[in-house]
């Protein structure tokens, strides 16, 4: 197995982009990634593309061979892969095992999704599709549904309380306004969503006991990467970041089945499997994005990954540890909470900002100083289908 | 990269399958070729899903994940592949490379639609979503429609009549009434499609000068194999089929870009790339399945894939040169004209049946005698990204 390695990343503005189509934000993403890589008139060998829903919101199928057309890549091959809320993570996933199997040297991957073309109720549907077709979905459970329930139980076991919530709400918000490609500009305060009157108007309950700024947005974006067999990188435009371990994992596709729900198994094994390839532990990472569609989630797999012991991660969160200059900085970029969630798009965004991240070419009110090793985690369903890559950056 | 044989191989009848849910018909599909692999309590490492339509046609995502756990081969990674009427072949393509790559060792991979749920223009409508979002979709173009004015000008330019057509339609209808688990089990005559007053009636223009038996029926379906790392492969319950070669390619999107419409570009270098990883030609294969969703893609690809040359593939199938103990058997499963077209089971359901002629377990009336190298054209768009497979039986 040949290693492969990170030479493009690039990520248009996450948002409402009302005038762009898919297929704009796609091509918008990949010529960044591919301008990014520097490959001049060199073309890719397979493309690779990550959405969950274009055949629902958009009506459309075959959009890897649209993407291949319009950027030109033609006779490249092309296919697109689909895991839900990690299709991103997917298409990553199958892009490397291509590149690394050597039928492939070179792939683009880009993940995307245009999600504000359906509102209200139909975007909560939407993502509701991935529910278990026949034992949830007809009884209209929906994912801020299952993260109440799961987030309650979480409590109860380990102690994790509102505020420590709040806190990484708080510190993903304030990341992400100073994320020129995040979704959410807006800053809060701990007084606006928590303290006062002003917070039961402000941030009302979703599903109990969360709230409106314990969730993610619904967005537009897409993301891409231009991945290389390292053995065929000569001069590289900037610092290759490899991909030095990869892991996935399932679990049963409903959260009731489980014997102890607040234990994603599938979390755990991924990130297990990515650190046994890239002979790396939870200590040797220095930066972290981690698929903080709740908040929960970014505390309950900041310990399934092993960063904290369980019943930690809620602690650490609210000590600040897991801030830009702490143990371990977890979605400095804002994360899904303030960065956006364009289903399809977020598991290679996570890893375009720890390429971001782990070539020190950010501000430095967001570099996380020398960071060398990057992990990030990209969870499917509830936590049934979890992709995780640990990423080292090279100095050829 | 490790050579990867197939172990296991398995097909659900195709047609109306109304009792059946999706995940149904891909458990069923999945459990035949997981028996046929004669692995008992060994699991697989990884799950792919070649489909196309969930999204549309059931109104679902996260497919791989319920089938994963429906089947209970949790923790094994899952993904979903979609690359239009070749999903099933992009979903083996993934399989192939992962396992190829020396990541996984053995995958299983299951191709399926359900189609029927859908019915009358939108039917015809869920297929026209793979044709180009802006260029074609919304002037109401339709694949029937690209197909009809594709034979006009492949008869102008190359000679090819209807009687050749209808030689191709004949023949895969009958060989279909052989198998059991084709879609289409009515004999046809020449005289009563295409002689007679009668065949006005019974086969009336559908696109001209496509007619009716032209074109391959709506069908639901699924089919599985089960692939694995040829030196893992001990003691095999059946001849292992090595996939020794396999080639992708993309074309435009729009039929009207192409400088000759008649020249499908990525037929050829798909089988190209094929032929060549396989260090075979096209006159070493012993049996075909070409993606004959309509009777002139079966002559077209002949040519193209290089059995015939440009111009002969017709005079071939009147001379029954494609016909079992033929030059070159095609389709002798009966093609999608006859075993059906559930889109995303198709790339699946062709190397199923390959498999099937080179472990020389068919029937007499259909099997091939001492077949020992096989292709398989999965064509997806209208030829916009189309793979094929050279598979090589192995006596170990």
Redesign the interface.
């Known amino acids: ?1 040949r290693d492969v390695a990170i030479i493009g990343a690039g990520m248009i503005p996450f948002g409402r982009r009302d005038e762009d ?3 704009d934000m796609l091509s918008y993403a990949a010529l960044k990634a591919l301008d990014d890589a520097g490959l001049g008139d060199q073309s890719v060998d ?1 493309v690779y593309v990550g959405n ?5 919101i ?9 993407l ?3 950027l030109n ?12 809320p990690a299709s991103g993570g ?1 298409a990553v ?2 892009a490397l ?2 590149v ?5 040297d070179s792939a683009l991957v880009v993940g995307g999704e245009k999600m504000r073309e359906v509102t209200g109720w139909r975007a909560t549907d939407f993502v509701a ?2 529910t ?3 034992a949830e ?1 007809p009884y209209g459970i929906t994912l801020p549904g299952m993260a109440g329930m799961f987030t309650r139980l979480y409590m109860q076991k380990y102690g994790v309380t509102r505020e420590m919530l709040v806190a990484v709400a708080l510190k993903n918000q304030e990341m992400g306004t100073l994320n020129p490609l995040a979704h959410v500009e807006m800053a809060i305060s701990k007084d606006g969503i928590y303290d006062n009157q002003a917070a039961i108007v402000n941030n009302p309950v979703v599903a109990d006991p969360l709230h409106l700024y314990d969730a993610c947005p619904v967005s537009d974006g897409a993301a891409a990467l231009v991945i290389c067999a390292l053995e065929k990188i000569k001069k590289p435009a900037k610092a290759p970041v490899l991909i030095a371990g ?1 892991g ?7 959260l009731q089945e489980r014997a102890d729900p607040t234990d994603l ?2 979390v755990t ?1 991924a990130a297990q499997q990515a650190f046994e390839r890239a002979k790396l532990k939870p200590a040797d990472i220095h930066v972290a994005e981690l698929h903080d569609a709740f908040t929960i989630l970014e505390i309950a797999e900041s310990e399934h990954v092993g960063f904290f012991k369980k019943g930690e991660g809620g602690k650490a969160a609210l000590a600040g540890k897991t801030r830009l200059g702490g143990q371990i900085p977890i979605n400095v970029s804002g994360g899904l909470k303030a960065r956006g969630h364009p289903v399809g798009a977020t598991g290679v965004a996570q890893i375009v900002d720890i390429v971001f991240q782990l070539r020190h070419e950010l501000p430095k009110d967001r570099q996380v100083a020398n960071a060398a090793n990057g992990l990030t985690v990209n969870f ?2 509830f936590g ?2 979890v992709l995780a890559f640990v990423l080292r950056r090279v100095d050829l």
């Open positions: 197995m189509t898919l297929l397979a969950m829903g274009a055949g629902i958009q009506h459309q199928t075959s959009i890897a061979s649209s291949v057309d319009r890549l033609l006779p490249a091959a092309a296919d697109a892969v689909e895991n839900g997917s996933k199958n095992l291509a690394a199997s050597g039928y492939y599709t991935m278990h077709p026949q979905y990869f996935q994992a399932t679990d049963t596709h409903t198994k599938a094994l499917g369903g049934n289908n």
